[in-house]
T-cell receptor, first 117, second 114 residues
Framework: DAGITQSPRHKVTETGTPVTLRCHQTENHRYMYWYRQDPGHGLRLIHYSYGVKDTDKGEVSDGYSVSRSKTEDFLLTLESATSSQTSVYFC????????????????FGPGTRLTVL | AQSVTQLDSHVSVSEGTPVLLRCNYSSSYSPSLFWYVQHPNKGLQLLLKYTSAATLVKGINGFEAEFKKSETSFHLTKPSAHMSDAAEYFCVVSDYNQGGKLIFGQGTELSVKP
């Protein structure tokens, strides 16, 4: 299995509080991604990173920010958590990006279950 | 824009019978396609991936998928279901233009009856 860990694995917080989720990899992969999983929606991309300090928005980025100060760590921050952000959050990594003919296989972490009350 | 549609939200089979999970895709260029599996309260595991080298792709645990460009389909099959196959399955396409981000179908929940 790819070396990806997420912390915390479970968190309960209150509306309006800041929350930071951490993704750590030991594979030295260039690309890192944050997804959220909600029933009936599959996984949806929040933000992704294509290198240290290089990030971009996904399809559901409102209310979230990210940072990547070193290759192995990708942080997801909810500045002021809302109940709509209750979800399971997955981090993923990939060694390949937009190269013609490349495969964009991603490896997923175990997930973080976040509940916002 | 790339997209995938999983045609069944839930499929139920008996142990030992064939499995068919259906997926159609939309892509303006040659896609990268994947099937992932998620067991209850677990992360996602790659089952198989389409490489364009062969239209019939074999994956882990006896699963395979056939890429049919004319039908824009990438259906997942297995000849004989096992109880341990009960899980949620996601058909996924990769978006070349957005950092290789994955676009997920809504998922198909597979139930296996004894």
């Amino acid at each position: 299995d790819a070396g990806i860990t997420q912390s915390p694995r479970h968190k309960v917080t209150e509306t309006g509080t800041p929350v930071t989720l951490r993704c750590h990899q030991t594979e030295n992969h260039r690309y890192m991604y944050w997804y959220r999983q909600d029933p009936g929606h599959g996984l949806r991309l929040i933000h992704y990173s294509y290198g240290v300090k290089d990030t971009d928005k996904g399809e559901v980025s409102d209310g979230y920010s990210v940072s990547r100060s070193k290759t192995e760590d990708f942080l997801l921050t909810l500045e002021s958590a809302t109940s709509s952000q209750t979800s399971v959050y997955f981090c993923a990594i990939s060694d390949l990006g937009p190269v013609a003919g490349g495969l964009y296989e991603q490896f997923f972490g175990p997930g973080t279950r976040l509940t916002v009350l | 824009a790339q997209s995938v549609t999983q045609l069944d939200s839930h499929v139920s089979v008996s142990e030992g019978t064939p499995v068919l999970l259906r997926c159609n895709y939309s892509s303006s260029y040659s896609p990268s396609l994947f099937w992932y599996v998620q067991h209850p309260n677990k992360g996602l595991q790659l089952l198989l991936k389409y490489t364009s080298a062969a239209t019939l792709v074999k994956g882990i645990n006896g699963f395979e998928a056939e890429f049919k460009k004319s039908e824009t389909s990438f259906h997942l099959t297995k000849p004989s279901a096992h109880m341990s196959d009960a899980a949620e399955y996601f058909c996924v396409v990769s978006d070349y233009n957005q950092g290789g981000k994955l676009i997920f179908g809504q998922g198909t929940e597979l139930s296996v009856k004894p």
